[in-house]
């Protein structure tokens, strides 16, 4: 096999997975290589992540990319990490780990983000940070700790995100990569440095914070301990890519740059946004709470955090815990067959944000909303997915707002953009075209960013022209009717909390 092989971890709140690509002649062929299962462990103080476990399987997937290397003959030259956003690990002047990492759905957060807008206000927040405020934020976690009690900070020598503690295990090296230390609300989206009037003014410690890289920063090689478990050498490169899962899918997006596009990133979560040179502080873009996260060469992505498939994920958990067990595309083919537009819910209100029962807490909404109460998990099902497309055509009606231009399509990327009728949905309600694909996008992004960092690629613009020539895509058309704007005008009186 001729070509040169990269291997991406991409880490999901779900699941992991070593994603291996190989670059030959213009276009990328990628595999998967090892998987597993996670999900973070309710201990009685709160929700931690499993850190050995994943870490095991880090090793072990490193391992089986290494033999494969061997056994092909074929050069592999870096691996790179990604991950969600927000979480990190605390490391003691030693470099050891001081606990478990703590997960973001732990409602313990949310005192924390009630006590920063009570003691700044949103606005001047909105104003340091650019960032949506939500409680699993970094900058809310700390701020909660500290008012636990907590002496973890005192402690802490070093913070690390959760691909930054990957890559310190993997090489040694300490840094925080500039995409997803975005995600911690602890950035200044003007200078791109971390904003330390703010966390000074929280009385968050600044000695933690380690050197920010972009995009493509070489780290070094793998540990001595490393290479024996694995049985790599010593020419293993470890690469940053851009380690914000969203920012490796986003520089992936196989966009046509004389179009004005807006991309979602489909999962879990759902990111909505366009790329951006400088960022937007206005009232009005504090007024509904859009969000920049960095991205590659460095641009700011200006986007809304949704919910996302979330829902879903919980009512199907839900259901297996009593009993009853769906795969994903039983019940959106149950949801397919369901009546349309019955019952809508406000997916971000903050009721819908933890783990727990959420048939039930769907029920509730729709019992207080005089709405009818879904009664079979096709129901739930279509109430969740048509929920989220017109929270998708809320969202990019605020965000044309802000931009002062039309979004002519959207391209959808990640796995949610295997669930064909939420994008006919979203195409439908939103009346643009919508274009999905890659599906891998985060561990493409992730692969061409550690070959751009080897020479093999060279402009952003030259890596989207990869993607495009090596992924097939999927072209939805639009098929607006009145039954969409009437659902919109009752999805828009539904209660959101605080939310804008």
């Known amino acids: ?176 990569e500039y995409t997803i230390a975005s995600t911690s609300q602890m950035l200044d989206p003007t200078t791109r440095g971390w904003a330390a009037d703010l966390l000074e003014k929280l009385e968050i410690p600044l000695g933690p914070l380690r050197e920010i890289v972009p995009p493509g920063a070489r780290l070094g090689t793998l540990a001595p301990s490393v290479r024996e478990e694995t049985g790599a050498d010593g020419s293993l490169s470890v690469v940053a890519p851009a380690s914000h899962d969203t920012a490796s899918a986003v520089a992936a997006v196989p966009a046509d740059p004389r179009a004005s596009w807006a991309y979602l990133s489909s999962g879990t979560w759902s990111l909505l946004g366009v790329e951006i040179t400088e960022p937007i502080l206005t009232e009005a873009a504090a007024s509904v709470a859009f969000t920049h996260e960095g991205g590659v060469d460095g641009t700011l992505r200006l986007l809304k955090n949704i919910a996302g498939l979330w829902l879903v994920q919980e009512c199907r958990r839900q259901w297996e815990r009593a009993g009853e067990s769906h795969d994903y595309a039983q019940l959106t083919a149950l949801a397919e067959a369901a009546e349309p537009l019955r019952m809508l819910v406000w997916p971000d209100h903050p009721r819908f944000l933890p783990p727990g029962d959420m048939p039930e807490r769907i029920a509730a909404f729709a019992r207080e909303t005089g709405q009818p109460v879904p009664d079979t998990p096709g129901r739930f099902v279509r109430a969740c997915l048509e929920s989220l497309a017109l929270t998708y055509r809320h969202r990019l009606s605020q965000l044309e707002d802000l931009l002062g231009r039309r979004i002519e399509v959207v391209h959808v990327v990640g796995g949610g953009g295997r669930n064909r009728l939420l994008n006919q949905m979203t195409a439908d309600a939103t009346g643009r075209r919508v274009v999905v694909g890659p599906q891998e996008a985060t561990a493409i992004g992730n692969l061409l960013i550690q070959a751009r960092a080897a020479g093999e690629v060279g402009s952003l613009a030259d890596l989207r022209q990869i993607v495009a020539r090596s992924t097939p895509l999927e072209t939805y058309t639009p098929h607006p009717s009145p039954a969409w704007d009437d659902a919109f005008a009752r999805f828009l009186a539904l209660p959101r909390s605080r939310l804008p």
């Open 1 to 176: 096999m001729s070509g040169k092989a990269f291997l991406a971890w991409d880490l999901g709140a779900e699941s992991g997975r070593a994603m291996l690509g190989v670059l030959d002649s213009g276009k990328l062929e990628v595999s998967e290589l090892h998987r597993f299962h996670h999900a973070p462990a309710r201990f009685p103080a709160g929700y931690y992540w499993d850190l050995p476990s994943m870490w095991r399987n880090v090793l072990d997937g490193t391992a089986k990319a290494v033999a494969w290397a061997k056994t092909e003959g074929v050069e592999l030259v870096s691996l790179g990490v990604d991950t969600w956003g927000v979480d990190f690990a605390l490391l003691d002047a030693h470099g050891e780990v001081l606990g478990l990492p703590l997960a973001y759905r732990d409602p313990r957060h949310q005192a924390g983000m009630d006590h920063v807008l009570n003691t700044l206000g949103s606005t001047r927040l909105y104003q340091s940070t650019g960032i949506q405020p939500l409680p699993v934020n970094t900058l809310f976690q700390l701020v909660a700790l500290r008012q636990r009690g907590s002496r973890l900070l005192e402690l802490a020598d070093r913070l690390l995100m959760m691909p930054d503690l990957f890559h310190y295990l993997l090489s040694g090296e300490e840094a925080n």
